[in-house]
């Protein structure tokens, strides 16, 4: 398996979405004259809250899991995630008939532990010294599962199959709109961001990517400032999904195509969900507001003209609702 960042081009992105399309939705891009003028711009949002699973996750665990060989298939997959990519891999798994592992963290979403038991998944709880895993503590648990189970790692953002999964979401959004000026995704480990990233820069070079993260899990925009990876300590936000860090595969992926990284607050990613379930009728969950939050609260030009916006997932746990 190849491991130089580089070596991911766009064949390999195009071959992707290949090979997963018969198994994922190209999902629709969506609209808001509300949202346009409360943000200056033209927004098509990239609606990944109806994708199979209910986050853009899937779309990197079925190329994963399609690449490998029929040998390796019969080992099964093992896999680290606190809750989209566990139900992808997982949802993914059961479609192909092979034995999904799951290494998650104790304060996973309820609704996102049931989605991986639903889809068959067998979970394998992270112990952690504090009360969100490190990646270090993620990949330990996933690499003694691999140990004990023989199954295939599969890393759930730094992985190159991974990555050019993820990354057949922005060749969709820019083949279906054309000509934008810029696209925003939100940022945790970095899957989506660096796909997003190879995918824009090789089909709308003229576009600007800008990844989109909490303030209280700034990790990737001080490695973006500082040029080295800084690891992410101690995530305090409600967007569960990005509090990761980066990889060795994305950074550099995302430091050579990105062209910033902005910071949102808790209160905007609340707002933000408010505002797109209002508006737009649609359920987002809170790590997919953080674009949102970013051209709300002003992180983004007034110009940016033309904006696609990678919705990225629409797991809400229904029993913890937010107090607006």
Known sequence: MRHDYESISIEDVKAAHRRISPYIHRTPIMTSSTLDAACGCRISFKCENFQRSGAFKIRGAFNALLSLSAEDQARGIVTSSSGNQAAAVSLAAQVLGVSAYIAMPKIALRSKVAAVERYGGNIVWVESEGQVPTSEEYDATAEAIQERTGANLVHPYDDPRTIAGQATCALELVEDRPGLDMVLAPVGGGGL????????????????????????????????????????????????????????????????????????????????????????????EPSAAVPVAAMLEGRIPADAGKVGVIISGGNVDLGSLPDW
Not at 259 to 276: F, G, K, N, P
């Open 193 to 284: 961001l660096s796909g997003t990233c190879l995918s824009v820069a090789a089909l709308a070079p003229a576009a600007r990517v800008i990844g989109c993260e909490p303030e209280m899990a700034d990790d990737a925009q001080l490695s973006l400032r500082r040029g080295e990876i800084v690891p992410q300590t101690d995530p305090r936000t409600i967007a569960d999904g990005l509090r990761t860090s980066l990889g060795e595969l994305t950074f550099p992926i995302i430091a050579r195509h990105a062209a910033d990284i902005v910071t949102v607050s808790e209160e905007a990613i609340l707002l933000a969900m408010r505002h797109v379930w209002e508006t737009m009728k649609i359920i987002i």
